[in-house]
Structures are given as structure tokens and as C-alpha cells.
């Protein structure tokens, strides 16, 4: 593949929250399809470690997912609504909310720490999600040699991301699991057979398919639609490499049909994940109940830390795609040699 480079035109998703090992990464890019690091909420520290061990692993391309830093203001007296409405589930776990400490100029400056490390150390592709980020961080990687994409789910943001000089668009279909990856309002909720072939249409940039992908003849559909590759989050999450808690890739596995949602509850943001009981007392709840993002996420850390550590997935956020529930428990090999 002329842009990417790849034997196998397929993307191991970045899946923040721990999921993304630097064994997952490197194994996949060793079998020749693309391994990505999620680096959304880690402190650059553990990045820079994580991508050494990467490089130590393989020397084969691989990809550092970014969140692009969003405006937000904390309002005080939405916190305490917010922590009200969660009060039943700190009392479970015998947790005291903490109130949230976000401050967008921090996040900032640790995406810009971010991006210096990610020159230093040369990595050589770069994703972002959540928006665009600036002319001049695009024109630092450019001249670093890193390749870029962003994720659109909509042809307007993808237009977007084409003219803002980002090298690849990655079209997320309505059916991806974790976080909608789209900058504008309103969110867009298209399926990825729809989206797909729009923005190909659309752009002149290569696009890259996201979005319900489990199976061969679903990667073979998304080339016939113009993808250049695909993009796949759920079925790694549930190989044997990947760093996902035994009672969340059970969790998955057990479903015998498409049980997910878009909620907000986690997070303040839409993301797509398996209805359990965190979510359905937060849909009970009035809808101001929930701060947007990333407050929300600062104050459910907690209860997620604790359900994790207890493997207790009806207080974790469950992200999975629409078709998770046909995915198997294998090693990355295996599930690459059934997808090529
Ligand atoms: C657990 C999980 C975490 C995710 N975290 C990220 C992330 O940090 N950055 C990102 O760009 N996309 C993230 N995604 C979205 C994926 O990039 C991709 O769009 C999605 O997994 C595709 O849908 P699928 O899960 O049905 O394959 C995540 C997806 C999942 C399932």
C-alpha cells in the first residue's frame, strides 16, 4: 500500500484505557497489518516508556493515537448535581467523589508534550480524534516525516481534516464501539456503508474504514466501498495480547446479539458500549445529571478503577462495536490469519 506502507491493509484500533499493551502493538505490526498506541489519557512519562518498549518489540511501523484538546468550562454547581446523581454508586464501592480537576490549558500543554515526545523518539505515524489539531503541529510532524490521520464521521469533517493538510481520513460508521471520534455538532450518526463511499467521493486524501469490521467479507466490503484499509477495535480487544480485563472480554463474548448503546454516562462524550447497570441508572437519572466531557470521565474514574479491580463489568464502561457480539477470544495470529 502506497501511503501506509502495510503488507496487510489492516489497523489495530487505538483503544484507550489500558488496552493497547505494548505487546498487542507490536505483535500486530510484527504480523505485518498496523498496531497502534492509544496515548488519549496517559501521562507522557508512560507514554515515552510505552513506546520504547514498542520499538524494542518491533521494528516494523506503528501508529500513537492523540486527543486532540477540546474547550470545556468546569461549572461548580453542575459537579454537584453530577456527584449526586452518582452517589449511590460511590456508596457501593465506598468511594468519596473527588470534584474533577480538568483545566484545558493543561490538557494543552500535555498534548503539546505529547507531540515533542512523539518527534523525539520518531514515531512514525500519528492518529488524532476528537478535532483537529493546530496548522503548526501539523506542519511539525510534516517535517518530521510522521504521518497523519484524523477521524471524521461525517463528510463535513472530513472535508475538514482534508484541508487542514491531514495525510488520511479515518470514516467511523455509527456502529464502532467506544467514543463517537467526530469534532462537530450536531454528532452525525451514519452507518459506515453510508458514510464510507461519501467521503471517498468527498476527499482525494485515502480514506481508512471504521465502524462494526469483524470478518473478512467485512473488510472486503469496505475495500469495494474505496477504503485503502480498515480499522478494526473490537475483535483485537478481545485477543489474547490485548490488555482488556478478563470479565469485560467475557462480557462481550457472551452476547448473543447487538446489546450496545451510544450513551454519555461514562464519560460526557457519546461512545458506543454493552447496556449494564452503571448506565441504566445514569439513564434514570435527568439528563443533567451527567457533566460533559472529560468532567464526567474524571469523576466516574474511580467507580471504574474499583469495578475493575473487582472484574465487575456492570461499572466498567463496556466499549464495543455493534457486531462484538460475533467476535471470538484468540490470539492476534489467529485472528489475523482469518481476516487475510
Ligand atoms: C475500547 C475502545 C477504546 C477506543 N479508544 C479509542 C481511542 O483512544 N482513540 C481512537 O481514535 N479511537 C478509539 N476507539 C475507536 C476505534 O478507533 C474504532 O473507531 C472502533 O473500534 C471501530 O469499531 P469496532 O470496535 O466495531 O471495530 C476505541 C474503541 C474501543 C472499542
Given at each position: 500500500m502506497k501511503h501506509l506502507n502495510l503488507q496487510i491493509p489492516i489497523i489495530q484500533a487505538p483503544m484507550a484505557g489500558g488496552i493497547t499493551t505494548p505487546q498487542l502493538v507490536s505483535k500486530v505490526s510484527n504480523l505485518g497489518a498496523l498496531g497502534s498506541y492509544a496515548a488519549g489519557y496517559i501521562k507522557t512519562p508512560q507514554m515515552e516508556e510505552d513506546i520504547k518498549e514498542i520499538q524494542s518489540l518491533t521494528h516494523k511501523p506503528f501508529m500513537v493515537n492523540l486527543f486532540v484538546p477540546e474547550k470545556y468550562i468546569v461549572d461548580p454547581d453542575a459537579v454537584q448535581i453530577a456527584i449526586k446523581a452518582l452517589d449511590p454508586i460511590y456508596k457501593k464501592f465506598e468511594l468519596t467523589p473527588q470534584l474533577p480537576s480538568n483545566n484545558p490549558e493543561k490538557d494543552l500543554k500535555r498534548f503539546n508534550q505529547q507531540i515533542d515526545k512523539l518527534i523525539e523518539l520518531r514515531v512514525p505515524i500519528c492518529s488524532f480524534v476528537f478535532g483537529i489539531p493546530s496548522k503548526e503541529v501539523i506542519q511539525r510532524l510534516k517535517d518530521n516525516d510522521i504521518l497523519t490521520m484524523a477521524t471524521a464521521t461525517s463528510v463535513e469533517e472530513a472535508l475538514a481534516i482534508e484541508k487542514a493538510g491531514i495525510d488520511i481520513v479515518i470514516a467511523q460508521g455509527i456502529e464502532a464501539g467506544g467514543h463517537r471520534g467526530g469534532f462537530l455538532e450536531p454528532m452525525q450518526q451514519i452507518p459506515l456503508t453510508t458514510l464510507l463511499p461519501q467521503v471517498v467521493k468527498a476527499v482525494a486524501i485515502p480514506v481508512i474504514a471504521a465502524g462494526g469490521i469483524m470478518t473478512k467479507p467485512d473488510i472486503q466490503k469496505a475495500r469495494e466501498l474505496g477504503a485503502i484499509a480498515v480499522q478494526m477495535g473490537t475483535a483485537f480487544l478481545l485477543t489474547d495480547e490485548s490488555g482488556a480485563i478478563e470479565a469485560y472480554k467475557e462480557s462481550i463474548i457472551q452476547e448473543k446479539q447487538d446489546n450496545t448503546v451510544l450513551t454519555k454516562a461514562f464519560s460526557g462524550k457519546y461512545a458506543r458500549g454493552i447496556r449494564n447497570e452503571f448506565i441504566a441508572l445514569i439513564d434514570s437519572?435527568?439528563?443533567?445529571a451527567i457533566l460533559p466531557y472529560p468532567t464526567q470521565n474524571s469523576l466516574t474514574k474511580s467507580i471504574r478503577k474499583s469495578a475493575r479491580k473487582n472484574q465487575n463489568p456492570q461499572f466498567i464502561s463496556l466499549w464495543c462495536g455493534q457486531n462484538g457480539y460475533s467476535g471470538k477470544r484468540q490470539s492476534v495470529k489467529d485472528l489475523l490469519d482469518s481476516l487475510i
Open positions: 437519572q435527568p439528563e443533567n
